[in-house]
């Protein structure tokens, strides 16, 4: 089994060639790898989130009963672990679905795949 690559050297491998990229993050089979992706996400969510807030920004429409001044602070802190709960229901509800569907591949496999396919536009 080949060792995982970085999240950095996937970024770059899917916007060199996205098919090839998949392919090669599917024949893998690294959670670690689709666990990575969606920490960067987070992490750099979580960043702008922090940079509205210490801005000073404030949401036009809030949650109903939280300070709308506070909100991009609660978001910094929720959004990773927020990620990583998705990353796991997403993850292995799109394994059953492809299990039911006579799919083939390792629970591993679709984890990986689809946390690199989350945040793409």
Known sequence: MQRPLSPWSLFF???RNPRAAMADVAARAHVR????????LGAVHALFSLMLHFAG???RMGIPGLAGEG????QAIFVVP?????????GLVTHALAR????SGSRDASLAVLAWHTPSP
């Open 57 to 59: 920004h404030a949401p």
């Open 71 to 74: 909100h991009y602070l609660r």
């Open 13 to 15: 491998a899917v916007l």
């Open 33 to 40: 790898e689709g666990l990575g992706a969606m920490l960067v």
């Open 100 to 103: 039911r569907l006579s799919g």
């Open 82 to 90: 927020l990620y990583l709960v998705l990353f796991w229901m997403g």
